[in-house]
C-alpha cells in the first residue's frame, strides 16, 4: 500500500521558471493537501481540496495554484517560481469524518529557487 | 486564531529516561487533536489522535494525554531508535484546516 507518493523528490528551479509538484494517494480518501515546511515555521497549508471538484486556500496561497484531476490526485503548480518558494512541500490525504480527520503525508519534496 | 505551542523545542535524554513533551493549544472547540513523529528527511508519520479531555492512547513506549487546554506526549524508557521531531496539531470543530506546531526534537543517547 503506497499511501501517499509525491514527485518529484528533488528540484531546483531558476527564478521565474514554472513547475508542477504532482500528488496521488490510494487510500479512497476525499480531502487532499499541499503543506510547506520551513525552519521555524512549521507546516503551513498552502491550498486544500476537500472533495473531487473543490480547492480552497489555505495560510499561504499567493504564488500557486493547485488542481484536483480526479479522488486520487492533486497538483500544486508554481507559475512563476522565487526563491522564497524554497521550501519542502508535503502532499497529503484525510477521510473527513464526524470524528476529525486524521491527515496522512507523503515523503516530501524538496525544492530549491535559484 | 487556532495556535499550538509545543515545548521544549529540543530534548536530550539518555536512553532509558522517561520524559514529556508538551502541547498548548487554543481553539475554537476541538475537533481532534493530533500527534506526529517526523524523522529527518521523510514526511510526517501519524500516530495518534485525542478527541476529548480525559482520553490517553498508547503505542509502545508512547503515551499521549489531552486535558481541554493541552496534550503531553510521554515517552518511557525511550530507546535510540525514538529519536525524531514530534508534531502536535489541532483541529477546529467545523473547519477543515488542521493547525501545526513547530514540533520538539528528541535525542535519546545511547
Known amino acids: 500500500n503506497a499511501g501517499v507518493t509525491q514527485t518529484p523528490k528533488f528540484q531546483v528551479l531558476k527564478t521565474g521558471q514554472s513547475m508542477t509538484l504532482q500528488c496521488a494517494q490510494d487510500m479512497n480518501h476525499n480531502s487532499m493537501y499541499w503543506y510547506r515546511q520551513d525552519p521555524g515555521m512549521g507546516l503551513r497549508l498552502i491550498y486544500y481540496?476537500?472533495?473531487?471538484?473543490?480547492?480552497d486556500k489555505g495560510e499561504v496561497p499567493n504564488g500557486y495554484n493547485v488542481s484536483r484531476l480526479n479522488k486520487r490526485e492533486f497538483s500544486l503548480r508554481l507559475e512563476s517560481a522565487a526563491p522564497s518558494q524554497t521550501s519542502v512541500y508535503f502532499c497529503?490525504?484525510?477521510?473527513?469524518?464526524?470524528?476529525?480527520?486524521?491527515?496522512?503525508f507523503g515523503e516530501g519534496s524538496w525544492l530549491t529557487v535559484v | 486564531e487556532d495556535q499550538v505551542t509545543q515545548s521544549p523545542e529540543a530534548l536530550r535524554l539518555q536512553e532509558g529516561e522517561s520524559s514529556s513533551l508538551n502541547c498548548s493549544y487554543t481553539?475554537?472547540?476541538?475537533?481532534?487533536l493530533f500527534w506526529y513523529r517526523q524523522d529527518p528527511g521523510k514526511g510526517p508519520e501519524f500516530l495518534f489522535t485525542?478527541?476529548?479531555a480525559g482520553e490517553e492512547k498508547e503505542k509502545e513506549r508512547l503515551k499521549a494525554t489531552l486535558t481541554k487546554k493541552e496534550s503531553f506526549l510521554h515517552i518511557t524508557a525511550p530507546k535510540p531508535e525514538d529519536s525524531a521531531t514530534y508534531l502536535c496539531?489541532?483541529?477546529?470543530?467545523?473547519?477543515?484546516?488542521?493547525?501545526f506546531g513547530i514540533g520538539t526534537k528528541l535525542q535519546v543517547i545511547p
Open positions: 496539531a489541532v483541529q477546529a470543530r467545523g473547519y477543515q484546516k488542521v493547525t
Open positions: 481540496s476537500a472533495s473531487e471538484g473543490t480547492t
Open positions: 497529503a490525504s484525510s477521510l473527513t469524518g464526524r470524528d476529525g480527520n486524521t491527515i496522512y
Open positions: 485525542l478527541y476529548s
Open positions: 481553539v475554537s472547540g476541538l475537533r481532534g
